[in-house]
């Protein structure tokens, strides 16, 4: 019995000790200015701490928003490399953003009414380079017929500013802002999503027994002439005639006989 009397009377003791102590704390916490001062300062540490946690981040990410940008445009770069095409009938590419000229040139094919020679028509640039010194020359002179040969082009209409056996210019285009091109004939507008590089008429080789084909092209509607030479000399050559159409196997209507033929050139 007295041993749990000292046993409570120690408890009590400690308790009363305890609740002192707090107290004493409680007030020296609430009257002691250098304790207040120091754990404000150690808040304002905390919140610099984190501002400047946030600012870093916020630099990583604009970092990491850079490089995503950059990777774009490199992605963008290597997957859309534009597309070339060639104007003919103009010196010069349209004046429009997103398209350069790689150069400017002189239409040339072959004769009109020779057989052989190259189906295509080309776009010979104004500052030819010669062969190497060491091609053989010999064909000329032992058979002539054994080189084809590249001959000038010439309209075969009148039109705006141009006439009949005057020159065809023509340059070669790079749309940067595209990776496709189509000639899309009997159209002077593009497909919607489809960009109009320029149009104008189709033209080919004349229906006649004695002439060769020569493929479609479409010919700007504001045709220049080539500057070099004389105006309107008939040295024939590639001759580009104006295109219609025949009624029969082709639906008349939509087609129209005898109906001359547009064209137009569109990027993508």
């Not at 149009?199 to 080789?205: C, E, H, I, K, R």
């Not at 001359?260 to 990027?267: D, E, F």
């Amino acid at each position: 019995m007295g041993l749990r009397v000292v046993s409570l009377k120690i408890f009590s003791l400690v308790f009363i000790v305890s609740r002192c102590s707090e107290n004493v704390d409680k007030r020296i916490l609430l009257n002691d200015p250098d304790l207040f001062h120091s754990q404000i300062q150690a808040l304002q540490q905390d919140l610099l701490n984190v501002k400047t946690q946030l600012n870093a981040q916020v630099n990583t990410n604009s970092a990491q928003q850079a490089e995503i940008n950059s990777l774009k445009r490199s992605t963008n770069q290597h997957t859309n490399q534009g597309a070339t095409y060639t104007v003919w009938g103009k010196r010069s590419c349209p004046a429009k953003n997103g398209t350069d000229m790689i150069y400017s040139g002189i239409v040339g094919g072959g004769r009109y009414t020779a057989p052989g020679n190259g189906g295509n028509t080309l776009c010979l640039p104004h500052n030819p380079d010669p062969t190497p010194a060491d091609f053989p020359t010999h064909y000329e002179s032992d058979n002539p017929s054994l080189t084809g040969n590249l001959y000038g082009a010439e309209y075969q209409y009148t039109y705006r500013n141009i006439a009949v056996d005057d020159d065809v210019p023509c340059a070669v285009c790079f749309a940067t802002h595209s990776s496709s091109i189509i000639m899309i004939p009997a159209k002077t507008t593009c497909p919607v999503g489809w960009t109009t590089e320029y149009f104008g008429v189709l033209t080919a080789n004349c229906e006649h027994s004695s002439y060769v084909q020569h493929e479609y092209l479409c010919v700007d509607e504001d045709a220049e002439y080539l500057q070099e030479g004389t105006r309107q000399q008939d040295y024939n050559g590639r001759l580009f005639y104006p295109v219609k159409a025949k009624c029969g196997s082709l639906p008349c209507p939509p087609y129209q006989q005898a109906q001359l033929i547009s064209c137009v050139v569109c990027s993508k």
